[in-house]
């Protein structure tokens, strides 16, 4: 969600028919023909699955830090894209009734 916000700020709202092309090629590729033909086909983690030689973590803590700064630096950054978006509406509101 943070990368589909950032990519309308870059990008504006173009942005949106660039990912839904996108996503209709990857379901051309893969023979889907709607959304429903992929619905409910994601597998559930299987760990047997995982190769032999890979470690086991040392602890609960990602690259990031503890799952819970990792849900904070997420919800500071949708925080921080509304707070650019609020402010580039009061900008413009503010260029009409006062000019540039």
Not at 63 to 89: E, K, N, Q, R, T
């Amino acid at each position: 969600a943070v990368q589909l916000a950032t990519t309308h700020w870059l990008e504006g709202p173009s942005c949106f028919d660039r990912v839904a092309s996108e996503l209709s090629q990857i379901m051309a590729k893969k023979g889907y023909s709607s959304i429903a033909d992929f619905r409910g086909k994601l597998k559930p983690y299987d760990r047997s699955n995982k190769p032999r030689d890979a470690e086991e973590p040392k602890s609960a803590a990602g690259p990031i830090g503890p799952p819970w700064m990792v849900a904070l630096l997420v919800l500071l950054s949708i925080a921080v894209v509304f707070l650019l978006h609020l402010l580039y509406d009061v900008t413009t509101l503010l260029s009409l009734f006062f000019g540039s």
